[in-house]
């Protein structure tokens, strides 16, 4: 089975502009998750998908959103970008039933704000 | 608010040592995951915990999840510079969401 993909790999935008990432999950696999990680904070949960509704959110201004496709693909969306929007956003997807929430993760997209 | 505190943050070691990185929590969790990341890769799943003093073995590494289930420990045996890398706890708590420690740094110098 083909793994998490994400797309692009690496970003930089400047401030003000938005961005869109997209991830495709492992086939089967219902449940996509967005995380944004850095130094200094970690690793933070952004939202939780699943059959194309918001199931979870976590504490990011509205300027981040997201959605789910059909096909369980999703995106998510920065708008006016800040310099503190510099991190690697993780995309994971998850099967949800009996999994015990398990994470598995893409390689990330590496997004540069100047 | 749910924290997971990992300790310690960073750990450089040499080959062929013993070490062991906690995580803690005042929370209880209905389970337990350990990631490892290597730089300009996504966290990848090593193992999930789910009992009360449940304990895991992957070859060298040693998993332990706590009676009370808010606590956990990772446990290396001679330590390979493969090991190299960063080590993070999760811990789920039924809300969908995963709560992640901060992490800690591996190094294993030859």
């Known amino acids: 089975k083909a793994g998490v993909t994400q797309t692009p790999r690496y970003l930089i935008k400047t401030r003000g502009q938005q961005v869109t990432l997209s991830c495709s999950p492992i086939s089967g696999h219902r449940s996509v998750s967005w995380y944004q990680q850095t130094p200094g904070q970690g690793l933070q949960f952004l939202f939780e998908y699943f059959s194309e509704t918001q199931r979870n959110k976590g504490n990011f201004p509205g300027r981040f959103s997201g959605r789910q496709f059909s096909n369980s693909r999703s995106e998510m969306n920065v708008s006016t970008l800040e310099l503190g929007d510099s991190a690697l956003y993780l995309c994971?997807?998850?099967?949800?039933?009996?999994?015990?929430?398990?994470?598995?993760f893409g390689p990330g997209t590496r997004l540069t704000v100047l | 608010t749910q924290l997971l505190k990992q300790s310690p943050q960073f750990l450089s070691i040499q080959e062929g040592e013993n070490l062991t990185v906690y995580c803690n929590s005042s929370?209880?969790?209905?389970?337990l995951q350990w990631y490892r990341q290597e730089p300009g890769e996504g966290p990848v799943l090593l193992v999930t915990v789910v009992t009360g003093g449940e304990v895991k073995k992957l070859k060298r590494l040693t998993f332990q999840f706590g009676d009370a289930r808010k606590d956990s420990s990772l446990h290396i045996t001679a330590a390979q510079t493969g090991d190299t890398g960063l080590y993070l706890c999760?811990?789920?708590?039924?809300?969908?969401?995963?709560?992640f420690g901060q992490g800690t740094e591996l190094s294993v110098k030859p």
């Open positions: 994971a997807s998850s099967l949800v039933q009996g999994s015990n929430n398990e994470q598995f």
């Open positions: 929370s209880v969790f209905s389970s």
């Open positions: 999760a811990g789920d708590n039924q809300g969908g969401k995963l709560i």
